[in-house]
């Protein structure tokens, strides 16, 4: 034992590390966690999946998107014409007249 200079004994402090055998719910919670972490991982390859299909999802509507845009304005275009027609033909019916 040491002495110090006001005349106290000190006594050093040694941390022992108890074995698992002592605690033995630290060994089962390891094991929990390893299957945990496997879970985890299946889990997070799963939603890796998912992403992945979603964005070929939103990818294909995007797609569909473009494709209606294109037969709208088709359509509209379509519409001018058939009313240019329907004018010139009005217009002659109105001078035959």
Request: aromatic content about 8%.
């Amino acid at each position: 034992m040491a002495s110090n200079s006001n005349s106290t004994t000190s006594i050093p402090i040694v941390h022992i590390t108890p074995s698992y055998g002592e605690f033995p719910f630290i060994s089962k919670a390891e094991e929990v966690l390893s299957k945990t972490e496997v879970r985890l991982d299946l889990v997070c390859s799963t939603l890796e999946d998912v992403n992945a299909t979603l964005t070929k999802i939103e990818d294909t509507i995007q797609r569909i998107a473009r494709d209606f845009d294109v037969v709208e304005d088709g359509l509209e275009e379509l519409r001018s014409t058939v009313y240019r027609y329907q004018l010139s033909l009005w217009s002659l019916v109105a001078v035959l007249h």
